[in-house]
């Protein structure tokens, strides 16, 4: 039968991975949440970076509804690959104009609304393709029509929040997320939700964090400009590359498929928890500590680009707390996530996390580059810890 757009949605097998489809739609996703670093990066200060955190989460709870969608039908076939380009559209869209999230400007796009829509349209294709792949699973489509009032709440708070702006945004896009979370828990216990394939569900989590991590480098490295003449520049890019590097090694060495054999071992009830809890959940704090990482590095660069008589300069308040807090909720999310899987939390990743709190008001005392070096450099120190005692999750030696 020919793949034709409307053709019903298709339930995936327990053997189902990730598809191509997906991995394009997890880039324009992540292009999205880059620009939120474009966003923060404009104007550095507590307010921009409170509110950089409201788009990503927003962002992260509706591309974490796709992935269990694409859990359990097709997503790139007939109506679930229709409905996931209209969604990528808006996505892209929402994209273009996150750098003015909270701001009117003369033109004829108001961004805010713009962002609003396309939240709106993003949650109403998704509740309708999820809706059409119910069939008769009668408490998956009572848990989806119990989900809709908390979703529904949500999107009239965003519309709200775009159409009075200033705090009232701020406000309103908080709560939209709290309200869809809270009631996505409380739906939750309904139990219909179910995982079918443990390897397509944590693949498309440690892609997704792949992609964010290159598309880290990719934000921090637009700091220098369009072109760089000063060596510190050089120097403090490797700095930055070094400390993304390390945030995959210490995720991706060993952790990442213990975790997978754990969620493929787990049944029913057991296997949805570790992926709501694990996966949905855990995998924000990975993405975001590594995008405000990005954001730190991305400063530094722009400092010693921008004035070389500025070499010897510290970082802001704003952009030091987002480099050393993204760190530390890197590792506090690498924690929990071994934790809900492997069920083993080593002692000392959590020192380190815990370390790097204090010694904000240190780094404020140096220079931007050797700020980020101590950022790296401790990284380091806990990459090569970890490598020299073998350090294993659930029985997986690091690769």
Not at 40 to 52: T, W
Not at 217 to 237: P, T, Y
Not at 263 to 280: H, K, M, N, P
């Amino acid at each position: 039968m020919a793949d034709l757009p409307w053709r019903r949605p298709a339930i995936t097998p327990e053997s189902h991975r990730a598809t191509s489809f997906e991995i394009f739609f997890d880039l324009v996703f992540v292009f999205a949440i880059t620009r939120v670093v474009s966003f923060m990066a404009h104007s550095p200060s507590v307010l921009s970076l409170a509110r950089g955190l409201i788009l990503f989460l927003l962002l992260w709870w509706s591309w974490a509804a796709y992935a269990w969608l694409g859990n359990r039908v097709r997503a790139d076939r007939g109506v679930v690959r229709t409905g996931m380009l209209v969604v990528m559209a808006a996505l892209f869209v929402a994209a273009l104009v996150m750098p003015d999230a909270f701001g009117r400007h003369a033109g004829t796009v108001d961004a805010p609304l713009v962002l609003a829509v396309a939240f709106c349209v993003v949650r109403a294709v998704y509740f309708g393709l999820y809706l059409s792949s119910v069939a008769g699973d009668r408490r998956l489509r009572d848990q989806l029509l119990l989900d809709a009032i908390p979703q529904t709440i949500s999107l009239i708070a965003l519309l709200a929040g775009a159409v009075l702006g200033g705090t009232w945004q701020t406000v309103l896009w908080a709560a939209a997320f709290a309200v869809d979370f809270g009631g996505g828990r409380i739906a939750s216990g309904l139990g219909g939700w179910s995982v079918r394939s443990a390897g397509h569900f944590a693949e498309r989590h440690r892609m997704v964090l792949i992609i964010a991590l290159g598309e880290s480098l990719i934000s921090a490295g637009a700091g220098a400009g369009d072109s760089v003449a000063d060596a510190m520049v050089l120097l403090a890019a490797l700095v930055g590359f070094a400390a993304v590097v390390c945030l995959w090694l210490l995720y991706f060495r060993g952790l990442a498929d213990a975790a997978e054999d754990a969620l493929e071992r787990a049944s029913g009830l057991r296997r949805a928890q570790i992926a709501r809890d694990a996966y949905t959940m855990v995998h924000f704090p990975l993405i975001a500590g590594a995008l405000y990482i990005a954001l730190g590095a991305h400063e530094v660069l722009a400092e010693l680009s921008g004035d070389t008589a500025g070499h010897g300069r510290p970082l802001e308040w704003p952009v030091l707390t987002a480099l050393y807090a993204g760190a530390a909720v890197f590792l506090l999310g690498r924690a929990a996530f071994a934790r809900l899987t492997v069920r083993a939390v080593p002692g000392v990743p959590l020192v380190v996390a815990v370390a790097f709190f204090p010694l904000i008001p240190v780094a404020r005392l140096l220079p931007a580059i050797a700020a980020l070096g101590l950022v790296s450099a401790l990284l380091l120190a806990l990459v090569a810890f970890e490598w020299r005692t073998s350090a294993r999750y659930g029985g997986a030696e690091p690769g």
